[in-house]
T-cell receptor, first 113, second 114 residues
Framework: SQQGEEDPQALSIQEGENATMNCSYK?????LQWYRQNSGRGLVHLIL?????REKHSGRLRVTLDTSKKSSSLLITASRAADTASYFC?????????????FGKGITLSVRP | KAGVTQTPRYLIKTRGQQVTLSCSPI?????VSWYQQTPGQGLQFLFE???????NKGNFPGRFSGRQFSNSRSEMNVSTLELGDSALYLC?????????????FGPGTRLTVL
């Protein structure tokens, strides 16, 4: 079952614009992670935000987490054609001593040159 | 540092056959997780191994199994293949148990079942 649900499913923007992607989830989490996947290849970890954090930055990426609304957003500033990819949020829940990473279905981002 | 490697990269099998996929994690990583990715279901968690023990398992039938060796390399096996098993199989490694830190993914094995 999908814990994280991304929104929108697809996004098309012009190079230089900002891209905002959202992720909502249903149950309490330990942390939330964002990954990028270029067509049919492995995923690349972008950023991890813990449940007690509200915002994190990494280069052109900004991630926010609102645990009261059970939602997160990923902002890519000054987008480039190379940012074209699928983006996934993954929520981490703890069950006893075990942790479980659950991915959403992903957002397809197209950046037009 | 070498990344996560998966072999083979592509595989074509027929229904009823079995298949074994291999994953070599980044040196020093003790956790290996496996995922199945399909257009319809997205990324689905199969199982995680940590220090040779299965730590977590997703909702897949018993035809899907795995193991981890003392050098942290992992294999997954799918027996009695079905058409619906066609997918990209991804493995990911991490230093600690998955979920606590970032996972590093391999390029995947694309399995086609005819």
């Amino acid at each position: 079952s999908q814990q994280g649900e991304e929104d929108p499913q697809a996004l098309s923007i012009q190079e230089g614009e900002n891209a905002t992607m959202n992720c909502s989830y249903k149950t309490s989490i330990n942390n939330l992670q964002w990954y990028r996947q270029n067509s049919g290849r492995g995923l690349v970890h972008l950023i991890l935000i813990r449940s007690n954090e509200r915002e994190k930055h990494s280069g052109r990426l900004r991630v926010t987490l609102d645990t009261s609304k059970k939602s997160s957003s990923l902002l890519i500033t000054a987008s480039r054609a190379a940012d074209t990819a699928s983006y996934f949020c993954a929520t981490v829940t703890l069950t006893g001593a075990n942790s479980k990473l659950t991915f959403g279905k992903g957002i397809t981002l197209s950046v037009r040159p | 540092k070498a990344g996560v490697t998966q072999t083979p990269r592509y595989l074509i099998k027929t229904r009823g056959q079995q298949v074994t996929l291999s994953c070599s994690p980044i040196s020093g990583h003790r956790s290996v997780s496996w995922y199945q990715q399909t257009p319809g279901q997205g990324l689905q968690f199969l199982f995680e191994y940590f220090s040779e023990t299965q730590r977590n398992k997703g909702n897949f039938p018993g035809r899907f199994s795995g193991r981890q060796f003392s050098n942290s390399r992992s294999e997954m096996n799918v027996s009695t293949l079905e058409l619906g098993d066609s997918a990209l199989y991804l493995c990911a490694s991490s230093r600690m148990a998955s979920g606590y830190n970032e996972q590093f993914f391999g390029p995947g094995t694309r399995l086609t079942v005819l």
